[in-house]
């Protein structure tokens, strides 16, 4: 989710952000990404650190828990 400059930075590479293209296309297509507000503040990222588009959700928890209510699935990595 985060913008060239910053993937670089993090991940220690000059490539830029390898998925940018994926997640703009699937935002194109009505997808909303959201980044978990700890995930941010614990990685020191702001809203200047991320693709255009992406929302930082403060209260991820609660976020997850609406969706599940709504039907959607959480899927563990």
Not at 22 to 35: D, P, S, T
Not at 58 to 68: D, G, I, S, Y
Request: hydrophobic share 35%.
């Amino acid at each position: 989710m985060l913008n060239d400059e910053s993937y670089n930075a993090n991940r220690h590479v000059n490539t830029g952000n390898r998925y940018k293209d994926l997640l703009n296309g699937l935002m194109q297509k009505g997808v909303k990404l959201e980044l978990c507000g700890a995930t941010a503040k614990g990685n020191h990222w702001g809203n200047a650190n991320l693709l255009p588009g992406i929302k930082v959700n403060v209260n991820a928890m609660v976020r997850v828990t609406q969706l599940e209510e709504e039907g959607y699935t959480l899927i563990y990595q």
